[in-house]
């Protein structure tokens, strides 16, 4: 049986929470406070640790470094509670070791998938590290887990509290000469919009597009905008040079982004019973190439627009509809997949024959990391 840590100051969430825990079968011990919080995990070596993010004494983000410092506990698997309102603690939680996050008012059903989820990945690794022989995976693993919080730290939290780019803060054209560009599209919008009325397909919408904002500024897009009833989002190297690839964490938000189509699909099924509504997914392309940002001013306005512009970015939009057609979730240009190679799962490949262009396009499905 899984024994569980639950810290939170608000005592009425944290009875909740261990309630709802304990009701699936789970021993749970309680904290009030990140420091008595942490003198718990080191006592008890829990198998899993729930944790608010503001609480007295030490937050959710001192205790999980603190966590992360100590050799004996510092692979246990931390969920940080946030607001909706609290998305830099999001971003932060994720870039300094949190392997999950949810948001508050919690839904149960997600604490329970989210907890069922960390829970089957400890145990699966604990089965393959008894299999191993030595200590050579152990280490490796090891390595590759602290590499990227340190290159998620650089990076990511360089950024947080940072400009958000806008049209307004570019005082000219921005060229890239390598950027990943990512254009997601809803699947099925025209029948959706025949069977709902235009304030209930507002809602569907909002629902899948406040969440993919969040996810692709999680990630660390340097710029985003609406293309029809689609999003595109351009991913670009910073100079630091130990900073994740563009590719990757274009990759990552991809892969977000189905995740909370499928959350979007149980929103309609629960507030639109018997309508026979169409399957709510998404298509994603990505590649990568040339990119500008090219600033248009609107004299009527004083105003100014950026618009990415570029093969990349066209050929990314012809990539996304074509795939749409194959029945692909996620399309990846053999430009993009060389920057993943080794980390993604790929499926399907095919050459799609764009209207327009000279060139077919060599695309791969792309179906999600390797673990």
Same mark, same amino acid.
């Given at each position: 049986?899984?024994?569980?840590?639950?810290?939170?100051?608000?005592?009425?969430?944290?009875?909740?929470?261990?309630?709802?825990?304990?009701?699936?079968?789970?021993?749970?011990?309680?904290?009030?406070?990140?420091?008595?919080?942490?003198?718990?995990?080191?006592?008890?070596?829990?198998?899993?640790?729930?944790?608010?993010?503001?609480?007295?004494?030490?937050?959710?983000?001192?205790?999980?470094?603190?966590?992360?410092?100590?050799?004996?506990?510092?692979?246990?698997?931390?969920?940080?509670?946030?607001?909706?309102?609290?998305?830099?603690?999001?971003?932060?939680?994720?870039?300094?070791?949190?392997?999950?996050?949810?948001?508050?008012?919690?839904?149960?059903?997600?604490?329970?998938?989210?907890?069922?989820?960390?829970?089957?990945?400890?145990?699966?690794?604990?089965?393959?590290?008894?299999?191993?022989?030595?200590?050579?995976?152990?280490?490796?693993?090891?390595?590759?887990?602290?590499?990227?919080?340190?290159?998620?730290?650089?990076?990511?939290?360089?950024?947080?509290?940072?400009?958000?780019?806008?049209?307004?803060?570019?005082?000219?054209?921005?060229? &890239?000469?390598?950027?990943?560009?990512?254009?997601?599209?809803?699947?099925?919008?025209?029948?959706?919009?025949?069977?709902?009325?235009?304030?209930?397909?507002?809602?569907?919408?909002?629902?899948?597009?406040?969440?993919?904002?969040?996810?692709?500024?999680?990630?660390?897009?340097?710029?985003?905008?609406?293309?029809?009833?689609?999003?595109?989002?351009?991913?670009?190297?910073?100079?630091?040079?130990?900073?994740?690839?563009?590719?990757?964490?274009?990759?990552?938000?991809?892969?977000?982004?189905?995740?909370?189509?499928?959350?979007?699909?149980?929103?309609?099924?629960?507030?639109?019973?018997?309508?026979?509504?169409?399957?709510?997914?998404?298509?994603?392309?990505?590649?990568?190439?040339?990119?500008?940002?090219?600033?248009?001013?609107?004299?009527?306005?004083?105003?100014?627009?950026?618009?990415?512009?570029?093969?990349?970015?066209?050929?990314?939009?012809?990539?996304?509809?074509?795939?749409?057609?194959?029945?692909?979730?996620?399309?990846?240009?053999?430009?993009?997949?060389?920057?993943?190679?080794?980390?993604?799962?790929?499926?399907?490949?095919?050459? &799609?024959?764009?209207?327009?262009?000279?060139?077919?396009?060599?695309?791969?499905?792309?179906?999600?990391?390797?673990?």
């Amino acid at each position: 049986m899984a024994l569980i840590a639950v810290i939170d100051d608000d005592e009425t969430i944290r009875e909740l929470i261990a309630a709802a825990l304990r009701f699936e079968g789970y021993e749970v011990v309680e904290a009030d406070n990140g420091v008595s919080g942490l003198a718990m995990v080191r006592d008890h070596r829990p198998d899993l640790v729930v944790s608010d993010v503001n609480m007295p004494k030490m937050d959710g983000f001192a205790m999980m470094q603190a966590l992360r410092a100590d050799p004996a506990i510092q692979a246990t698997p931390v969920i940080l509670l946030t607001s909706l309102q609290e998305r830099e603690h999001v971003r932060s939680g994720m870039t300094s070791g949190a392997d999950d996050y949810l948001t508050k008012p919690i839904d149960f059903d997600e604490l329970r998938e989210a907890t069922a989820a960390q829970l089957n990945k400890q145990l699966m690794r604990q089965s393959a590290q008894a299999r191993a022989v030595g200590s050579v995976i152990a280490t490796a693993l090891s390595t590759q887990k602290k590499q990227l919080i340190r290159l998620y730290e650089q990076r990511l939290l360089a950024e947080l509290g940072e400009k958000w780019p806008t049209a307004d803060s570019v005082v000219e054209d921005r060229k &890239f000469a390598n950027a990943t560009v990512l254009f997601v599209d809803v699947v099925n919008f025209p029948a959706m919009a025949e069977k709902l009325t235009s304030t209930e397909l507002s809602d569907v919408v909002r629902q899948f597009y406040n969440n993919a904002g969040d996810t692709v500024y999680l990630f660390g897009a340097y710029h985003m905008q609406f293309v029809g009833e689609g999003l595109l989002a351009v991913f670009v190297d910073s100079t630091d040079t130990d900073t994740v690839n563009s590719g990757l964490r274009a990759t990552k938000a991809a892969l977000g982004l189905i995740d909370s189509a499928h959350r979007v699909q149980g929103f309609l099924v629960s507030h639109f019973p018997g309508r026979s509504l169409p399957r709510f997914e998404v298509g994603v392309g990505l590649n990568s190439g040339a990119v500008t940002l090219a600033k248009l001013e609107d004299p009527l306005r004083g105003k100014s627009e950026i618009l990415p512009v570029g093969d990349a970015v066209s050929a990314c939009l012809l990539l996304q509809k074509q795939a749409q057609q194959a029945g692909w979730k996620i399309a990846a240009s053999a430009s993009l997949l060389r920057e993943v190679t080794g980390v993604v799962k790929t499926g399907r490949r095919k050459r &799609f024959s764009a209207p327009g262009r000279s060139s077919a396009i060599d695309a791969t499905e792309l179906l999600g990391l390797m673990h």
